[in-house]
């Protein structure tokens, strides 16, 4: 059994984010330990050999009870048998983290916390729907930096009301922090999200391309003279602080989904639960889940996607040899226009490139 990495839907909220579309629920306490059993039971019917790193995302995971918390990461550690918890990682709100929560959590295994900031301006906060204050992610960051060290916040760019000046303060506020780890996401607007159904309306008005250059390029000359490593398009991390679990993604280890909603994937084919909580927790552990059987050209895909997200890039020796003539060919007007640069056998982003990878990676395909 090759290595593996798990990762841990928990779809939970209190409220609705107005950008977020990933799979979630408001639904209450007493389904959410029957969603804890049916965990726990998925991972006892899927999960064997070695895992390597454990990942809890959502939705809310801060919202699990320590009592629920503490079953999950037994099973996981029981049927990973030589689970090696160099990385554990549990998401939370600012609002839920308390000097307790964070015990109850170490308690359970986590050694890592990332917390879900978004922005240190209330106005913005306000408008997006986040549930927290800056003074309550400032006090939380400060807590979770002294009971776990290990921290990351997440950030967002070109969000309504937000003006480059608000941003600098906000990665200011980050590395006076002394946070180790920090993601840095530009909105995107998913259909179907309250912003997005704003921006339909024309009642916002989106951030211009500059601005979000101006913000993504302020973000990389600021954590580089921090001392953060800029080693994938939206992570930054100190020395030794690299994100493993999610460094997986991008270095094509397989990994386990638990979870309504939940991915997996092992070099061959793709799967996906159902996306209902109320249905999974029905199957007790053998929920209803789509295949998708990987062709050559969607490995090719991935290995292009995956690999040039890093600042690594993409080693050219690992191109499978039937690709090679349209690689070859593809990437030569990116090179002339400076979004791709080729040297020592590996293909590699410029700091350009960087911020239009979406569009490069959508002409290499």
């Known amino acids: 059994m090759a290595r593996q990495n798990v990762y841990v839907h928990f779809p939970f909220c209190r409220s609705r984010c107005a950008y977020c579309d990933f799979y979630s629920t408001l639904l209450g306490a007493d389904v959410q330990h029957r969603y804890v059993d049916a965990l726990c039971r998925e991972a006892e019917a899927r999960i064997s050999g070695e895992v390597q790193h454990v990942y809890v995302g959502g939705g809310t995971p801060s919202l699990m009870c320590p009592d629920d918390m503490g079953r999950l990461m037994g099973v996981l550690s029981e049927r990973g048998r030589r689970l090696q918890p160099s990385e554990c990682t549990i998401e939370a709100n600012p609002d839920d983290i308390s000097a307790d929560w964070l015990r109850h959590a170490r ?3 986590f050694n ?15 408008f997006v729907g986040r549930r927290h204050s800056a003074t309550a992610a400032r006090k939380a960051a400060a807590l979770a930096l002294d009971l776990v ?38 909105l995107t607007y998913e259909e179907g999200t309250r912003l997005w159904r704003l921006r339909h309306e024309g009642s916002l008005t989106e951030t211009s391309d500059e601005a979000e250059w101006e913000m993504y390029d302020l973000l990389m000359n600021r954590l580089a003279d921090a001392g953060y490593e800029h080693y994938e398009i939206s992570n930054f991390a100190k020395p030794g602080y690299v994100a493993k679990h999610n460094s997986g993604y ?25 996306a209902d909580v109320a249905q999974y927790v029905a199957a007790d552990g053998q929920p209803y889940f789509e295949l998708e059987m990987l062709t050559d050209q969607m490995r090719y895909e991935e290995l292009l996607m995956t690999r040039l997200r890093t600042r690594r890039g993409l080693r050219l020796a690992d191109v499978p040899e039937p690709f090679r ?17 080729e040297a020592d056998g590996t293909l590699r982003l410029t700091r350009k490139g960087l911020f239009r990878s979406d569009d490069v990676l959508s002409d290499l395909f």
Request: proline share 4%.
């Open 325 to 341: 003539p349209q690689l070859d060919q593809k990437k030569v007007p990116h090179l002339a226009a400076g979004n791709l640069e």
């Open 149 to 186: 060290g290990n921290v990351s916040i997440d950030l967002i760019y070109g969000l309504p009301l937000q003006t480059v000046d608000d941003f600098r303060r906000d990665v200011e506020t980050a590395i006076a922090m002394g946070v180790p780890h920090i993601s840095a996401y530009a």
């Open 107 to 109: 308690t359970a295994g």
């Open 250 to 274: 991008w270095d094509g280890t397989f990994y386990v989904g638990l979870g309504a909603a939940a991915h997996s994937y092992d070099g061959a084919c793709r799967r996906w639960n159902v």
């Open 112 to 126: 890592r916390v990332s917390l879900g900031v978004q922005s240190f301006n209330d106005d913005v906060l306000r």
